[in-house]
């Protein structure tokens, strides 16, 4: 074999499974939920918990933390050769409301566990090695998401992102405020914003079914598809269930419901390539005995083609333009995200470590928005996946099997010492 693969060998054999099966577990105890899964929505004190958490996993790893002006925190381990831009792995430690314990979690102590088996492997890269753990990739709590990595990449502006609010009125920016004290207070320093990389590499779990089909422990990831969030409200006027016959009533429910099942009717596609869903429907004033004049709900769309998200924009547009049982509707976009593709030079480069590493990588194209959807036009960026039970996730039942979360580990690790070396 040749000097590379034998790299690859020593270091995969120095990621260390109960390692990372004990972060797994502690981690998930930060938001734990009594049905098995988490609750760790961005900034709040379980997610402030974690990241308190993996800042305080630097010192034993020779590493120095910082968190950034959003509240990225960052692990950053120092290169044998001075002045060169380092490589950067990581994901997010927020989750769903009802969210699985592998989501963004694994992808962080994935890269905790892979920095510590290039240091127990005396792999000593001339570029510096970082972690980072990025603040608010969901978007649950504060939409839209990936709110980190886009404000790090220039993407979106840290003043409008900390103008965003939540279902309870509170703003990211108070939230953002009381994570950045806790981090001062125990002496996490801070950091610029935007700061260079030569490469970022993300792994996560797939979230759906296709490398369980296939019986991979891993996969290469050619790029993510195409992300468009909305909000729709319709609007009537409220009167009394009881008296109001029907041809005076401007039902807002009733409009929603119509304009909902033809903009779901504007989506369906055959090969089943678009995915639309209505995941927040918001109904007011919410009393059983009044006529309600308005409703909020979300629209996620996705697609790996922008033509064909714009179309549809264009259509949900004109639709909202109607009026639905008397009421008038509004379309506002939150955040239109194009899809991305990986450069091959990269993922080629997760090919050959794999194969080195005797792994069956296929490859294929994200349905979930990640991160790494932002440092795409930020740094040469790549992700790996590895499989999850039943395709299961945003879900407390999320789960992905321990050796197949070693192997991701041991791939991410090899090919972070190649792209440092
Ligand atoms: O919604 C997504 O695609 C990501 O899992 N937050
Ligand atoms: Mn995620
Ligand atoms: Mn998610
Ligand atoms: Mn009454």
């Not at 939540?166 to 953002?176: I, K, T």
């Not at 792994?359 to 790549?382: E, K, M, N, R």
């Not at 321990?402 to 041991?410: I, K, M, P, W």
């Amino acid at each position: 074999t040749t000097s590379t693969a034998i790299d690859a060998a020593t270091i995969a054999a120095a990621v260390n499974p109960s390692r990372l099966e004990r972060d797994l577990v502690h981690l998930a105890t930060f938001g734990a939920r009594d049905d098995g899964g988490v609750a760790r929505l961005a900034l709040d004190t379980n997610d402030t918990r974690a990241r308190l958490w993996l800042a305080e996993q630097a010192a034993a790893l020779g590493a120095t933390a910082s968190v950034d002006a959003v509240g990225n925190v960052f692990l950053d381990l120092p290169g044998s050769e001075p002045g060169l831009n380092p490589v950067v792995t990581g994901s997010h430690l927020d989750s769903q409301p009802a969210g699985g314990k592998y989501d963004g979690a694994l992808g962080v102590l994935a890269g905790l566990e892979a920095l510590r088996a290039l240091k127990d492997a005396g792999i000593a890269p001339r570029r510096p090695l970082s972690l980072v753990s990025w603040t608010n990739e969901e978007g649950a709590r504060f939409s839209p998401g990936t709110s980190g990595s886009a404000v790090f990449c220039g993407v979106r502006g840290l003043d409008e992102t900390r103008a965003i609010v939540d279902a309870d009125g509170l703003s990211f920016g108070a939230a953002l405020d009381d994570c950045l004290a806790a981090l001062d207070a125990a002496g996490v320093p801070r950091r610029p914003l935007g700061t260079p990389m030569h490469a970022f590499v993300e792994l996560h779990i797939e979230q759906g079914p296709i490398l369980e089909r296939a019986g991979a422990p891993v996969g290469v990831v050619d790029g993510i598809q195409g992300v468009n969030w909305f909000e729709v409200t319709v609007t009537g006027s409220t009167n009394h269930a009881g008296t109001t016959p029907r041809a005076m009533r401007r039902d807002a429910f009733e409009g929603a419901c119509a304009l909902a099942a033809s903009l779901r009717e504007a989506a369906r596609d055959d090969e089943d390539r678009v995915r639309f869903t209505i995941g927040r429907f918001a109904v007011s004033p919410g009393s059983v005995n009044t006529i309600p004049d308005q409703v909020t709900f979300s629209i996620d769309l996705r697609h790996p083609e922008s033509t064909t998200l714009d179309a549809l924009a264009a259509s949900f547009r004109l639709l909202a333009e109607q009026t639905w049982n008397g009421c008038r509707a509004t379309l506002t976009p939150l955040s239109c995200i194009d899809p991305v593709a990986f450069p091959a030079s990269l993922t080629t480069l997760l090919d050959d470590t794999a194969n080195d590493l005797l792994l069956q990588a296929p490859h294929l194209v994200s349905g979930a928005f990640h991160d790494a959807i932002h440092l795409a036009g930020y740094c040469p960026t790549a992700m790996l996946f590895v499989p999850c039970r039943d395709g299961l996730s945003h879900h407390p039942d999320e789960h992905t099997e321990l050796d197949d979360a070693v192997s991701g580990t041991r791939l991410l690790a090899a090919s972070l010492a190649r792209l440092g070396a």
